[in-house]
């Protein structure tokens, strides 16, 4: 069992690397250089406040410090009229551009690798309207997605979609990745609740397809190719979203496990015995766990140190139905041997507590080092293998580690490898054993992609946290 983690060099200006220096043999393209024409031409459409040429830092560089470009502009257009105008100037001028939603992602995809244009969708957030009778929402691109959960809570709906950046990231940029999130085995895959789109292509030309209604078999969905497309295809300006009821239960529980295998019969267990009201299965190792203790400050409410942790959320509209069956699922988990301890929210705040244990892992890790980041899907059986892989590869390096966590119900691994300082040879041999991952042995290709409980369960160890 691992306690103390390995305390690496606080990220330096070292770290963040431009884009072009990452990939050496990658050659700006016979792109145009900005002019003051047209730096004129994009005041002229979006405005004054629209154009900026100043401070552009946090548009140039990802979330996470490691990468960054070095534009000189960052286009924001109001209007869908302005956004097609500013991309027709761009495609006729041979202009290159970078959308750029919240600026949230982990892997850099969203920042300049050169100088290309930003194109920032921050001044389209507006929330054009609810159906409170079909549970619809039209927004546009620029909305921050806890805004747009609050306003639907409003009318008692939720939005199908809930990650750890939700503060800041745009739902237009969750479209553009197709974000998974953290409720995917609930709700799905975020491209099952678009009902409507519209998109500029790169010519400027408008494709709207934006609808309200549920069924749709006209021909071809041509909005799902954008879903995913991360800006390559068009710059997706409005959506229209299906929304699921507010649930009035929510439920969570978290177990330690001594070992991976342990995890995925919890996790099994956890399907079988809650069924329809799961909402979420997550899985996080000792470094995860030790990281945000450690650097963010969070406390764990198990007693001990555990190999593994295993979190599940339920979410209905009948609370005495959904607490008996988790109650069911923790005694069958005890039962099983698969856990060693556990403990289930009593309140809405410690499930939020248990929750942000795992969703803070990333910010958890920006004060460790460089972090060669990998978001991967799976079998789930084999999910912990890639970790080990890459723990391997990399330990004979000084102050150096890897570590994993992610989605068990949609097969997402989160794989994190840590080393003091970029380092290019590292890299070289990181990334073709992700890519692989270990084909061998998985024989499958990767995707892109309280109360408290006791190992022998009774009525009298089954408690209350205060």
């Excluded at 900005?34 to 040429?53: C, Q």
């Excluded at 957030?125 to 409170?132: A, E, L, M, S, V």
Aim: hydrophobic content about 35%.
């Amino acid at each position: 069992m691992i306690r103390q983690i390995v305390k690496l060099s606080p990220l330096c200006a070292q770290c963040c690397r431009h884009g072009s220096k990452l990939y050496p043999d990658l050659n700006r393209g016979e792109y145009s250089r900005i002019s003051d024409v047209d730096l004129n031409t994009f005041t002229s459409i979006v405005g004054s406040n629209g154009v900026k040429t100043e401070e552009l830092e946090h548009y140039n560089s990802d979330w996470l410090n490691t990468v960054s470009g070095f534009t000189e502009l960052v286009v924001s257009p109001k209007t869908v009229d302005e956004l097609s105008a500013v991309l027709k100037h761009c495609n006729s001028q041979r202009l290159a551009v970078v959308p750029q939603g919240g600026n949230t992602g982990l892997v850099g995809g969203s920042n300049p690798v050169f100088d290309e244009i930003v194109l920032s969708l921050e001044r389209m957030n507006g929330i054009t309207h609810i159906d409170p009778d079909a549970g619809v929402v039209e927004c546009e691109a620029g909305v921050i997605l806890q805004t747009l959960s609050d306003k639907v809570a409003e009318h008692g709906y939720t939005v199908p979609l809930d990650l750890g950046a939700r503060g800041s990231c745009f739902i237009g940029g969750n479209l553009a990745t197709h974000a998974g999130g953290l409720r995917v085995i609930r709700y799905g895959q975020l491209r099952a609740s678009v009902l409507g789109m519209r998109v500029v292509l790169p010519s400027g030309q408008i494709l709207d397809g934006r609808s309200n209604m549920r069924k749709d078999n006209t021909g071809y969905d041509i909005k799902q190719l954008f879903i995913g497309s991360e800006g390559t295809l068009g710059v997706i300006s409005d959506v229209s979203l299906l929304l699921p009821q507010t649930p009035v239960s929510v439920n969570t529980a978290l177990f330690g496990c001594q070992s991976f295998e342990d995890v995925v019969k919890c996790y099994r267990i956890s399907r079988q015995y809650l069924g329809e009201i799961v909402s979420a299965c997550e899985f996080m190792d000792s470094l995860c766990m030790t990281s945000v203790q450690d650097n963010l400050g969070l406390a764990s409410p198990l007693e001990d140190n555990h190999n593994f942790y295993f979190l599940v959320e339920t979410s209905g509209m009948n609370n005495d139905h959904d607490m008996e069956k988790l109650e069911n699922c923790i005694e069958a988990v005890f039962e099983a041997g698969c856990a060693d301890d556990g403990v289930m929210a009593a309140s809405q705040d410690q499930a939020r507590h248990m929750m942000s244990l795992r969703e803070n892992v990333a910010p958890a890790l920006k004060p460790l080092g460089y972090n060669y980041k990998y978001d991967v899907s799976l079998p789930i059986k084999d999910m912990y293998s890639l970790v080990e892989s890459i723990r391997e590869k990399i330990s004979c390096i000084g102050n150096s580690f890897a570590l994993g966590y992610g989605h068990l119900g949609d097969n997402n691994l989160h794989l994190n490898a840590l080393t003091p300082h970029y380092d290019k040879e590292v890299r070289g041999f990181i990334n073709p054993g992700v890519l692989l991952g270990q084909t061998a042995v998985l024989k499958t290709n990767l995707c892109r992609g309280m109360h408290r409980m006791k190992t022998s369960y009774n009525s009298s160890s089954f408690r209350r946290l205060e």
